[in-house]
């Protein structure tokens, strides 16, 4: 009796099976009221971020194009204050420049040292390792207006104040803690197997770490450049202290100075320029690598 009628139950347990386990349509109108009420709280914070975010930059690129009076575009709308900033001192063309010479020369110095530096931590085991790695991590307890004088003598005693190499110099020195760090948890996130296959194959630590870490640290090293290039980009302090000559100034203490008019009177249509002019290049460059941006920043998390 039971042997007979258990392909029964077993049959028609199979024919009810679909219909019992048969999803919810996606397109229901109670699935997706309840999705909308899950991401509203989501969407509204958000959204106010991002306006509190924007609306400075939105209103300075608006002002930069709008009538002003005491600015090169007193009627209409167009781009007089650019003018005046394009024609400011040396020009702003030098002062990009400049800017430029600065930020990619910290960008490639931090890359380099952060990238060797993350490599030895994370990977190679020498006395004093980790006492080594505090001390460099300190650096970022050291408040940064401090350390500008006694820097600024120690560049006059090698040949490098009032130079651009000097500022990047500098502002290289106040990556690297970060970047060393960022670079330490990029490559403890990549498995070890990979690099002593490679050293199995023949090669060396720098052949595995150039062949085979580097492309799996790569949206660590994004993260790294990206910080360091708006870091140097948007740096006034250094700047301000090291530079004396108005033809070596970078971008932001150019556009500093130009708030200093005759009388006292400021230009705030070509410094709202200036400030479009600083902000444009480091908004494309978030946009383009925020997804590697965030993916270094999360390396960490992901380890294992």
């Not at 347990?13 to 397109?27: I, N, V």
């Not at 400075?56 to 005046?84: D, I, K």
């Not at 970022?140 to 006059?156: E, G, K, S």
């Not at 479009?276 to 960490?300: E, I, T």
């Amino acid at each position: 009796m039971t042997v007979d009628s258990s392909p029964t139950r077993a049959a028609d347990a199979g024919s009810r099976r679909p219909a019992e386990r048969a999803p919810t349509r996606p397109g229901s109108r109670g699935l997706t009221i309840a999705g909308v009420a899950y991401r509203t709280p989501y969407w509204v914070f958000t959204g106010a971020v991002a306006v509190v975010f924007l609306f400075p930059l939105v209103w300075t690129a608006v002002a930069s194009v709008s009538p002003q009076a005491g600015t090169n575009q007193v009627t209409g709308w167009g781009f007089g204050n650019y003018t005046t900033l394009a024609h400011y001192q040396a020009g702003v063309w030098r002062y990009l420049a400049n800017s430029a010479f600065v930020s990619l020369l910290t960008v490639a110095l931090t890359l380099l040292i952060s990238l060797l530096g993350g490599y030895a931590f994370a990977r190679f085991r020498f006395p004093g390792r980790n006492i080594l790695f505090l001390l460099t991590l300190a650096i970022l307890m050291v408040p940064y207006a401090t350390l500008l004088i006694p820097l600024y003598v120690l560049l006059n005693e090698v040949g490098l104040q009032n130079s651009l190499v000097g500022v990047a110099l500098v502002l290289t020195m106040f990556q690297l803690p970060f970047s060393t760090f960022l670079m330490r948890i990029s490559f403890e996130a990549v498995p070890r197997e990979l690099d002593e296959a490679a050293k199995v194959d023949g090669c060396s630590s720098f052949t595995a770490l150039w062949r085979v870490l580097v492309p799996a640290v790569k949206p660590g090293l994004i993260t790294v450049g990206l910080f360091a290039f708006l870091a140097a980009w948007n740096d006034f302090m250094a700047p301000l202290i090291l530079i004396n000559d108005s033809e070596r100034m970078t971008l932001p203490l150019a556009v500093s100075n130009l708030r200093g008019q005759v009388q006292g009177v400021v230009d705030y249509g070509a410094t709202e320029a200036g400030v479009v002019v600083l902000a444009l290049p480091c908004v494309v460059l978030f946009l383009l690598l925020q997804r590697h941006y965030v993916r270094g920043f999360m390396s960490g998390a992901l380890k294992g």
